[in-house]
């Protein structure tokens, strides 16, 4: 994946490393918990429908801030029993979380003191500045008064991320002793790395009762009236005093401000079909909340509940699909990489001059480097997405002033593929970790078997996948581009010449005219991996593959045995690791089909990118929230049933939530020139779905748009709505 969960079939996780280290266990599945998820900032919670969070073996439930567990458990009880849920729901804008509740059947030792369904409870919530907001309005519908007891049990365990994801952990810190006051509790935790972690958790008014683990008011409900209390988690709050907190209604209102004005930058979409308007409303809603503002600009953390973090790879691509709509996302990811690139040797951290940061993680067990994540380089395709990025945002935006501040983070990029990139010489870009602990593989199916030749044995290393040759080409050709525009000529000649002979020696060594596209990989012997996977798709992306190829390419791709009608699986149902049910031998996932629409349009084979859209959609009519997750399992689509949910696909994710509206791009063919202020929309397709899409804010330097792109008879049309500043319009039929 992209580093991200791993396989649950497979002995070895996503942090790579030795067999089972970073094991996330099937007991902890997602898609049976359906989880409600909230972020901002470096923290996020996962709860259930009720509201809850439930501990126990496996459970991913809880209020996490940078890589810690903040509060384990979280459990309401009316009158000593469970409430019933009637409803959960996230805002549109992913803002808040609403659970509505109503009371079992209570009763005083044998006589029935409150029937169902007469006091309902509303438990309103969110997320700010790494404090979890709730409100709770209870309201007696009865016409005669009722005394109800309401508790919440709770509970900090302050696990490392990892620890949740099955890791053991042979020693821990120390719980601290819970600090008591009237209307609050401070739990803590003495980590081995010499942190404190606190949570403090504050109740207004002040309850009837509150000890180390539970909390309980006593409310007398008038008829037909409402009583309120709030609550509110604070992750290591920088005193122990509440002067100067926010109440409730004004956190909530900046928390709302935020969102707006982060997702207000990008230009809308809406089409002729509701639901998949529904589904664009969620993959907008899922990106600005992931979207995390640092000190260089915002960046998409990867996804909830595993990655809530930097990784390179998954924001590098996640800004590429989503650069036509909101470029500021793609600068603040080149500004931040740029700030983190690696600057010597550690083969720990499996860094190298040069290379793109892989992961962060801010937990105890990367600190004490328990897991190698704290600060870490290992993946071999950042590094040439990062130059591709940086050409691709110029051409959307002609911001020619951040390409020269970063220009020498760029060239100490281009230095590391060309240097240690190519590990043996031979033009391509392999990979080989460094030490034990690292990745096994590299790219983005980083499982431990999802490398293999065609008789099902692994490959061995340094392996050199088809993908990376391609963002390696693409890197140099976007550098030279860039390198034209900021006078260095010669440099730009000898990174085109580069890039002409990695076309020509590769079509040469990976093209397989057997198979009828390329292959997976050459191992560490250069024997090729001759399986058809979707790899070969991501060829397509930066024009890497001869034009007499990508026919034959796409045709592959979309044969029944790749494309089983929710889009194109990682690996060919005639392979010998097939797995549907696996993490990347034979899964569906959205950011694969996006990078390889992308690709398909280059080639003008938007249709066929059209395809992958319809299968992208007509699984999202079925998921709960019209949420893409992660991945999906890779079983036949058939009539008038959903997809197979993959049990710890990540939702939202970043790359997938962000893959439609590549897709939409990729099918309407836009391109920008801000030179020239004009916009192209080259041979624009309509997937069958749709009769209409309507793009509003479309911006370029000296102005904005808006356009509707129509269905007539067997042509697509474009109009233009409005128009702001001189901004021209072509299409190309």
Request: proline share 6%; charged share 25%; aromatic share 8%.
């Amino acid at each position: 994946m992209p580093v991200h969960s791993q396989e649950i079939a497979s002995p070895a996780v996503r942090g790579g490393g030795p067999p089972v280290q970073f094991f996330i266990p099937a007991a902890a599945s997602l898609q049976e918990r359906r989880p409600r998820t909230l972020k901002h900032g470096d923290t996020f919670c996962v709860f259930d429908h009720n509201g809850d969070a439930l501990s126990g073996p496996g459970s991913p439930e809880g209020l996490f801030h940078r890589d810690t567990r903040h509060l384990s458990h979280l459990y309401l009880t009316v009158g000593g029993q469970r409430p019933l849920l009637l409803s959960s729901s996230l805002r549109d804008d992913n803002a808040t979380l609403t659970c509505d509740l109503t009371n079992t059947d209570l009763y005083d030792h044998d006589r029935l003191a409150i029937a169902h369904d007469l006091i309902h409870v509303r438990r309103s919530r969110f997320l700010w500045q790494g404090s979890l907001h709730e409100r709770m309005t209870v309201r007696n519908f009865d016409d005669v008064l009722h005394t109800v007891s309401l508790e919440i049990a709770f509970g900090a365990d302050f696990a490392d991320l990892f620890e949740v994801r099955g890791t053991s952990r042979a020693r821990r810190g120390k719980i601290g002793s819970p600090i008591v006051n009237s209307d609050s509790i401070f739990l803590s935790y003495d980590g081995l790395d010499g942190r404190k972690r606190v949570t403090r958790i504050s109740f207004s008014p002040p309850p009837a009762e509150l000890s180390a683990g539970k909390v309980r008011f006593e409310l007398d409900l008038q008829p037909q009236r409402t009583q309120t209390f709030f609550l509110r988690i604070d992750c290591n709050p920088a005193d122990e005093d509440k002067a100067g907190l926010k109440p409730f209604f004004i956190a909530m209102r900046d928390a709302r401000r935020a969102l707006r004005t982060s997702s207000k930058r990008a230009a809308s979409i809406i089409s002729s079909n509701d639901i998949f308007n529904e589904m664009v409303q969620r993959s907008m809603s899922d990106l600005y909340m992931l979207v995390t503002d640092t000190a260089e600009g915002p960046y998409p953390y990867a996804g909830i509940p595993w990655f809530s973090t930097v990784f390179g790879r998954d924001a590098l691509i996640t800004a590429l699909e989503t650069l036509w709509l909101d470029p500021a996302i793609a600068n603040g990811v080149l500004r931040h990489l740029s700030a983190n690139q690696a600057t010597e040797f550690d083969p720990i951290a499996d860094a190298e001059p040069g290379k793109i940061l892989h992961e962060v993680r801010y937990g105890e067990m990367a600190e004490l480097k328990e897991v190698p994540f704290r600060r870490y380089y290992g993946s071999v395709d950042a590094t040439p997405l990062f130059v591709i990025l940086a050409g691709e945002y110029f051409k959307r935006t002609g911001d020619l002033e951040t390409i020269r501040s970063i220009w020498p983070n760029i060239r100490a990029a281009l230095d590391w593929i060309v240097e240690h990139g190519d590990r043996d010489g031979d033009g391509f870009v392999e990979y080989g970790r460094q030490t034990h602990e690292g990745l096994i593989n590299q790219g983005w199916k980083d499982s431990q078997d999802s490398i293999f030749h065609a008789d099902g044995s692994l490959a061995t290393g340094p392996i050199a996948l088809a993908e990376v040759q391609a963002y390696a080409y693409g890197a140099f050709m976007a550098a030279a581009e860039l390198c034209r525009k900021l006078g260095e000529r010669p440099r730009a000649v000898a990174l085109t010449a580069r890039a002409v002979a990695l076309q020509k020696n590769f079509d040469i060594a990976f093209y397989d005219e057997e198979l009828e596209t390329y292959v997976l990989a050459l191992d560490g012997s250069k024997r090729p991996c001759r399986v058809r996977t979707s790899n070969a798709g991501h060829v397509l992306l930066t024009g890497l593959a001869l034009p007499g190829r990508a026919a034959a390419v796409v045709r592959t791709l979309l044969s029944g045995t790749s494309f089983p009608g929710w889009g194109i699986r990682t690996v060919a149902s005639t392979e010998a690791r097939y797995n549907p049910m696996s993490y990347h031998n034979g899964s569906i996932w959205p950011h694969d089909n996006a990078l390889i629409g992308i690709g398909m349009a280059r080639y003008g084979l938007k249709r066929e990118a059209a395809k992958i859209l319809e299968g992208l959609f007509a699984a999202a009519s079925y998921i709960d929230l019209r949420r893409l997750p992660e991945l999906i399992c890779g079983f036949p689509r058939r009539r008038a049933q959903g997809p197979t949910f993959y049990p710890v696909a990540c939702a939202p994710q970043a790359w997938a939530a962000a893959a439609p509206l590549s897709l939409i791009q990729s099918c309407l063919g836009i391109l920008f020139d801000p030179i020239e202020a004009q916009v192209t929309f080259d041979e624009p397709v309509l997937p069958t779905f749709l009769d209409e899409v309507i793009l509003r804010n479309l911006s370029i330097p000296k102005g904005t748009i808006d356009v509707a792109i129509r269905r007539s008879r067997e042509n697509v049309v474009v109009d233009v709505l409005d128009r702001k500043g001189d901004v021209k319009i072509l299409t190309a039929a």
